[in-house]
């Protein structure tokens, strides 16, 4: 998943989805101040399609179809970016029998299309947003270069993960994907009472988590997520010093939503 761990919790040998998510001990504890026990490393996960939605409403992430987040993206080497991140309004049925929400990521150098996503999303009864896979490509000369990276949460041993928790606290941890070898990305929640300032506005209460790579050790970033806006900052501090800001957010109409998720990968390109 792109940039748009020991844990806190401990291992289950398996989380099952009742309530959202169950404990460790077998009990749901999705309650009202309550702790929620969230999937970890390669810990397998019994879903219930019926327990999921397309209609992501977390409100540090909220996907209402037709919504597009624009972020300016600059790279180590002083390389800048475009990121186009658009809620479509098309769902897609995940091998795992949840129909997810799909959601267009393109990323763009001097206006040239260079990366292409749809990454899949649901949210549980407990608020929890997942992630259930993504279909990419990635571009040089105007030609797709490369698939890596693509998973679908219940095929070829892939497993879904959380983009979002329901009830974020500091110290809560939780696998952001998982392909054993391929994919193993972590997240952890330091602080929900952070300040952040990117081109579009200023914000507070600003939810902070740190990124990891089980594959990648010296890889760490933070990320910033704003109430009722969702990602609006992104800083590389380690394996890359990278920033990503939000720089505009808005509501395209229907038509423009169907499109970014009706439109083959890249566009006019095959």
Known sequence: MRA???????????VTIALGVASCGGESDAGPGGSTALPQGGEPVEIDPAEFSTEIDNPYWPMAPGTRW???????????????????SETK?????????????????DGELIEDTFDWYAQDEAGNVWYMGEDTAEFERGRISSREGSFEAGA?????????PGDPEPGLAYRQEYLEGEAED??????????AQVPYGFFEDVLLTKDTITLEPRVQELKFYAPEVGPALVLGVSG???????VDLEQVNAAAAEQAGTAPLGGRYP
């Not at 790279?75 to 479509?88: H, I, S």
């Open 93 to 109: 049925q995940i091998a795992n029998g949840v129909t997810a929400r799909v959601v267009r990521d393109t990323v763009s150098e």
């Open 70 to 88: 624009t972020y300016a993206e600059t790279e180590a080497d002083g390389t800048r970016l475009e990121v186009v991140v658009t809620v479509t």
């Open 240 to 246: 890359g010093a990278a920033r990503e800001e939000l």
């Open 156 to 164: 070829g041993g892939a497993l879904p993960g959380i983009a979002m």
């Open 186 to 195: 972590n997240g952890e929640v330091l602080s929900t009472e952070e300040m």
């Open 4 to 14: 748009i761990g020991p844990g806190a919790l401990a291992a289950c040998a398996a």
